[in-house]
């Protein structure tokens, strides 16, 4: 991990802006810790300069819980190289969502598939350079990187965003979960695929022992109308699983 | 009302069992308040005596919020007069459900809606005996009778259980609510409709002006399943909206 610049946000939060094998990342931490601290995995949909001023609202909830969170650029996204074949899916799936016609699995293959099978690595290495962080949460981003990364041994659990179209391979995956998990659905999302989400949501495995906390939110607008008290709520579900006796504990 | 007895229960609670035109209640009031608090009215599946200890732990949380809480005897149900076509069509729903049979929506209709029609005056009665708690919320039992207490004008909020069938009608009544409202849906309910469920937060027209909070909390489990955060939940969805500072707050 080679770090670019390290900036003492306020008296609590330092913000660490680093190079991972070339993938472009930052860190957040607090300012004073006892060793390492739980760790946050911050999933967001690509292009790290636009997103920043969000993660930094999720990151300062984290820091201000006791954890530690992280994040990196999605492949093709930001600065990094194009990946010209992802472009190409994601403008014929915005093409067909604005004519309001079904989105065909294809496309959605084109465009998902490629960037979990090339993020999910990336998510792997950050873990290994990240050592003594435990327990550690993935939180938000692409439905089907958080479903990848919630198979990851390390994740000890997953809250997701069933915000993005699904390829049928991350149905199947789901299955095959068993962390606790927190799922946010946006009831009226134009971009997603309301059957899909609660399907997913049915088939994740976390309930698999009847011990496991399974639970969706749905609330009722749109991709980017969230509810503020589901900040909380996300608090409080991280809080219930990274052991944090902070604020929302 | 006729007062038949009060018990306080401990340094903040007090238990006043009634009767109000001979259908016996129960109210739980803070034992010190300024004048008169928002009020909670709790409902529940029918047998006072049966629920008591749960609905003693909903008004407990009420009260320790700064609420007074009350329920009423459902129809048909404790020491009250029988309803025989009542009792019948939830013998057949049961032996339905039991043999994994679909329930006929005859027999929704034959069980639901007498419940809905004859509670749901007896809850406004109570509303006109405890006068000067505003607001007011619903909280629980039967889906069907919060929809419709939903749209009594003095209900502020609605806190809804999706966890039993519904009257067809239910669904178009759904379309005319306008308060905020959280609905709890166990996921595996084996008494219930998931599907049913869904259509219902589809249709609840709190969304309408998309401005009013209406949200979905779906947990994995089955009917008597709901996780103990959920009460968390419960209590700050009420004190949202019943704008009380208390613990939730």
Known sequence: MHVISTEHLDDHLTEHRFTLDGVPGVLWSPRTTGGPTPLVLLGHPGDLA?????????????????????????PGAGGRPRLPAVDAARAELRRAVRAGEPVPDAVV?????????ASVPEWRTLLDALPGHDPVAWSGGITAIGV???????????LLFAGSRLPRATLDEARRVTVPLLMLLQWDDEGNDRRQALDLFDALGSDALGRTEKTLHANTGGHTGVP???????ARFLARHLRCRGRSG
């Open 228 to 234: 503020a008290f589901e900040g909380g709520a996300a």
């Open 148 to 158: 990848r990364m919630a198979l990851e041994p390390r994740i000890a659990a997953a």
């Open 50 to 74: 636009r997103m920043h001023p969000r993660l930094l609202g999720r990151a300062r909830s984290c820091v201000a819980d006791g954890y530690t969170a992280a994040t990196l650029e999605l």
């Open 109 to 117: 293959e084109r465009l998902v598939t490629p960037l979990v099978e």
